[in-house]
Every structure is written in C-alpha cells, then in structure tokens.
C-alpha cells in the first residue's frame, strides 16, 4: 500500500501527465467528460491526502512548539474580544473549549459581548461562561453592529493587546502561548498576525502559511486577519472600530490605519486559528454578506487617500475575477517618468521596436535592441543615462508578445506606493496558456525556481496569489521593468560584468534582498512567449550565485518555510 508521501507524489505525477504536460498533454486525446471526471478523481483522492497530511503534520508541529515556545510569565496582556449575536452553541461550544482549556488567568481576559441576541439558547450559554474567572459579558438589548460591537469590546478591554475572535471560530491548544512567547520575543511590537486554516465539518483544512509581511499582498487581500494581535491603546488613539463604512472588513480596516501611521506587523509563522466554513461565512462563500463589496473599497480608498498625490490613482474592480470585491489600484496616465527599453533577441538588428513595444497612452521612450546572450558590460553607458533622467528600464525578449498594456503605469503605480520597489514583473505564459514563469523564491527548486511554472493562466493559484500583486525574490529579465538608479548602483558596486542580460533577474533579486528593497509580481505584466527561458541562470553561474549568497538563502519572507523547496510539489508541507 502506498504511503502518503507516495500517494501525493503518484497524484502529482498523474495530474502533470494528463493535464499540465508540455507539448502535447494526453488531454488532447481524452473526451471532454472523461477529462472532467478523471480530473475530479486525481482531486479528490488529492484533497483525502492533503487533509490526512496536514493532520499528521498538525499533531506533530504541535509537539515541536511545546518545546520551542516557553514564555515567561506577564500579567495583563491578552484581551480576547467577541462580539456574539446569536450565535448556534455548537459553534460556541467548540471555541469556548479550544480557548478555556489553555486561560491564563493572570496574562488573559475574555470581554464577550451579548450584540443584542435574540435566541435563549445563546444568551443562556453566554451567561454560564460568567462562572470562568476571567471572562467578563456584556449584554446590551439591541444590536450594534459588528463595528459598533467591537468598539464597545475595545473601550472594556483592561489588558495590552486585544485579540479578535469570531464566535464560531477555534484557535490551536497553545494559542496564548505562542501569541504571549513571540510578543515577548518581537519587543512588544504594535501588531501581530498569525497563520490559519479552516474548520470543515469539525476538521482542520486549507492550511494557509502566510508569507511575512508583505504591504503589496496587503492591497489585494486581507491577509492579515486571522489571528491579529492589537496594540489595545494605539487602537483608541487610531479610531479603530468607528468607520461604519467597514462593517465586514474591520480587520483589514484596523491594520491600515496602523499602517498609514507608520506601524509595521509582525508574523507569527504558526497556524493558531481555524476559521469555520458554513454558507453563512465569507470563508466558505464571499457573497454571503452583501456589504463585503463597498466595506472592501472603503478600506482601500482609506489607504490610497494617505498616499501622496492620491488623485493619480483610482479603485477599479480586478478584471482577473468576476463579481468578487477584488481590487486594482489603477494608474492615471500622465505625469509619468521617462522610459528606457532595453530589447532582447537573437537577432538584434532585425528587431521592430516600435511593434513590439505596447503602450496604452504611450509616454514615449528611448529604446536599444541587444543580443539575448550579451553581457551587461555594454549597457553600462544606457544604464548611467536612465538612473541620471530618474527612469525606468523596461527589459523585454523579442519573444514575447505583451498581452496587457497597461503594464507601464502598472509599473509606476507600484514604484509610487512601495517606495521600496524597484523590480516589477509578471507572469509568461505559452500558447496552450500554460505559465512559463512568474514570481521566483531562492531556495526553491533549482536555486532561484518558480513555484507556478506549469500552472493554467486561468487558476488563480494558493490562496489567489497569481492573480494578486505579491513581493517575491526575484522575477525574469524576460519581461520586466527595473528602477535605473538602483541597477546602475548594482552594477558600479558589484562585479557583474559577465553576468549575462537574460539572468540579470535573480542577480537583482539578491542585491534587493541585501539592500531591504522589494521585487513584485504583478499578474498585470503578462507576455505570451514561444519561447521558454531557463527558470533560472545555468548551473554553473547559479553555483556562483548560491555560494556567494549562502547566509541569506533559502529566502522564507514570501515563500513559507513550511513549504517544500521540490519543484514537483509547490506550495505543500516539506515533510
């Protein structure tokens, strides 16, 4: 009988050969309801040993953190904050043990508010938890609104942070004392946020191990939510909970305005909160709460109002997803900086590229065209002119075929807001719509390897991410757009002369990463190719690569550690 292991590895293989294959996948060969059914069966008997890992992996992880997080101990600093309207005791029921099983007097508070509950089987369930110590409960006869509720929690909450719980929700056994071990470990940082799964029917699944904190994700998706950690008093001064154009998107709501003021989140890479799945949550379905839409875009339109020079931007729905609240922070078209392109192909001197080069509302640029096999060394001079004029650079194979052309003001919108940023690309894709490339981690697969290679442009990936602007390590020269001053600065201060242009990527990548700047992945930069690039530099240059950069790699920041580092199984446990 085949373990696991086996088992996740033979489905692996089966899915590649049927449906991801390229050249000729035998798909061509099935009829279209044999497909269907057969890719059913991989998915299932995939999902039965995903769920059955994750909760091996679970109980073992569990056993490691008993040793790893020893907190020593601190009075008056978690209150967990509930807001109850009628809420099913089953439900209930299976919070209240998961948290009341590990309390801590001294460290812990519950403030439990009654929202105005009209069922007698809820209230009279809130009232017996009055007989735990520490467990204080509100009522109040006529509800306040989940905003209204939870400002109510954050005036009576006595201790440092105030922790959020929905009332049908779990958290992990030893919950309070990671949350208490890493807030000691971090200097009692002003905000935390944790790892989560969901509860299906009692049963923890889709584990999500978050990267760390990434302000890009964070405009596309509230990330962050579950489990947060938050500075008690900092949340009064910042108004937390009194924006009514929130309700349903608090938590989002709560972290921009920390993060407008200057306050960066710390990770907690463990999964310590299992969101429960039923047709009433937006876990399992995003349209059971008709106000998710304008709480979303108040949220952001919050953000972009911070940003200087907020009137060049505009909030559009993403085009990628259909009637769900996803976002595109859209760039006006004007006002742009100068535009430096750099043309790459096996024939330089027959390249148009005034053709090749797709602009919407172009701006105008200057253009090279260069072997795809040239060094850096010649660029050097073109490089010194687009740093001087505050430019970017545009790095574009003469195989590719630019698909979006908004991809230049994509590219300034991101370098505005981030003023980190200074590498932005996207996703290649083949004429079987099969991804190529798209964002890079070092340490996976073959050094510097892309986890989605080979995944359909029509899946949105783990947890949507292919279709989210997202921070990674590093992303193609095939198809990209580079801060001038930042590469002529890489390029004066490290010996890169015989790097060549095609690998540049991972090499910009590591300096990034050096020099706590950011590289995006952006699925609005998108190219068709039918060409296949190597997903990373030749062996011998990422040997090269790798042993220079040693004490910084694998990079964990986007990719979770928790992941393997095959390149036959991206995004699952690395045992």
């Known amino acids: 009988?085949?373990?696991?292991?086996?088992?996740?590895?033979?489905?692996?293989?089966?899915?590649?050969?049927?449906?991801?294959?390229?050249?000729?996948?035998?798909?061509?060969?099935?009829?279209?309801?044999?497909?269907?059914?057969?890719?059913?069966?991989?998915?299932?008997?995939?999902?039965?040993?995903?769920?059955?890992?994750?909760?091996?992996?679970?109980?073992?992880?569990?056993?490691?953190?008993?040793?790893?997080?020893?907190?020593?101990?601190?009075?008056?600093?978690?209150?967990?904050?509930?807001?109850?309207?009628?809420?099913?005791?089953?439900?209930?029921?299976?919070?209240?043990?998961?948290?009341?099983?590990?309390?801590?007097?001294?460290?812990?508070e519950w403030i439990i508010l009654d929202n105005g509950s009209s069922s007698p089987a809820t209230i009279a369930f809130l009232q017996g938890l009055t007989a735990n110590e520490g467990v204080r409960l509100h009522r109040i006869p006529e509800n306040l609104g989940i905003i209204g509720g939870m400002r109510y929690c954050l005036e009576r909450a006595r201790n440092r942070y105030i922790v959020p719980l929905d009332s049908d929700d779990s958290l992990s056994p030893d919950c309070i004392r990671v949350l208490i071990a890493e807030i000691q470990r971090n200097g009692h940082p002003a905000l935390l946020y944790t790892d989560e799964d969901k509860l299906l029917h009692s049963k923890p699944t889709s584990p999500y191990f978050k990267p760390d904190w990434d302000p890009v994700l964070f405009l596309n998706s509230a990330y962050t939510a579950h489990l947060g950690v938050i500075d008690r008093n900092l949340a009064l001064q910042l108004h937390a909970y009194t924006d009514a154009q929130a309700t349903g998107s608090h938590d989002w709501d709560t972290f921009v305005r920390f993060l407008i003021n200057g306050f960066t989140p710390v990770h907690i890479p463990e999964i310590l909160y299992s969101w429960r799945m039923h047709p009433q949550s937006t876990a399992s379905n995003i349209t059971s709460k008709d106000y998710i839409h304008s709480s979303q875009k108040a949220v952001l339109e919050r953000y972009l109002a911070s940003v200087p020079q907020s009137q060049k931007y505009r909030l559009d729905y993403s085009p990628l997803f259909k009637g769900t609240p996803d976002w595109w922070i859209r760039r006006r078209h004007d006002d742009a900086r100068p535009l430096y392109c750099v043309v790459l192909s096996r024939d330089p001197c027959a390249v148009d590229t005034t053709s090749l080069i797709r602009i919407a509302d172009s701006p105008g640029y200057r253009a090279c065209t260069v072997s795809v096999d040239e060094t850096l060394k010649p660029l050097m001079q073109f490089v010194e002119e687009a740093a001087a004029q505050g430019g970017l650079i545009l790095f574009l194979s003469d195989q590719v075929k630019i698909t979006n052309d908004e991809w230049f003001w994509e590219a300034l919108a991101l370098t505005e807001i981030h003023k980190d940023a200074i590498m932005i690309g996207g996703r290649i894709y083949n004429r079987e719509e099969t991804i190529l490339d798209a964002g890079r981690y070092f340490g996976f697969g073959d050094g510097c390897g892309c986890p989605d290679r080979g995944r359909s442009v029509h899946d949105p990936g783990y947890f949507s991410q292919m279709w989210k602007q997202h921070s990674v390590s590093a992303v193609s020269t095939q198809f990209s757009v580079i801060d001038a001053s930042f590469l002529h600065c890489t390029l004066v201060n490290n010996d890169l002369s015989r790097v060549k242009i095609r690998h540049l990527g991972p090499w910009v990548g590591i300096y990034a990463l050096r020099k706590g700047k950011r590289v995006i992945y952006s699925p609005f930069f998108s190219g068709l190719s039918d060409e296949d690039w190597n997903q990373a530099l030749p062996p011998d240059d990422m040997e090269v690569l790798l042993e220079a950069n040693q004490n910084i790699l694998p990079d964990h920041r986007f990719f979770s550690g928790n992941f393997s580092l095959e390149s036959w199984r991206p995004y699952r446990l690395a045992i």
């Open 1 to 108: 009988m085949l373990g696991n292991s086996q088992l996740r590895k033979c489905l692996f293989a089966l899915d590649k050969r049927l449906f991801r294959q390229e050249g000729a996948p035998l798909r061509h060969f099935l009829h279209p309801k044999l497909e269907t059914a057969l890719r059913y069966i991989i998915r299932q008997a995939f999902l039965f040993s995903e769920a059955r890992h994750y909760q091996l992996w679970t109980a073992q992880r569990l056993k490691e953190r008993a040793r790893i997080y020893q907190p020593r101990p601190e009075k008056g600093l978690l209150s967990f904050v509930t807001t109850v309207w009628n809420t099913p005791v089953r439900y209930m029921e299976v919070l209240v043990k998961s948290l009341l099983v590990q309390w801590g007097r001294d460290s812990c």
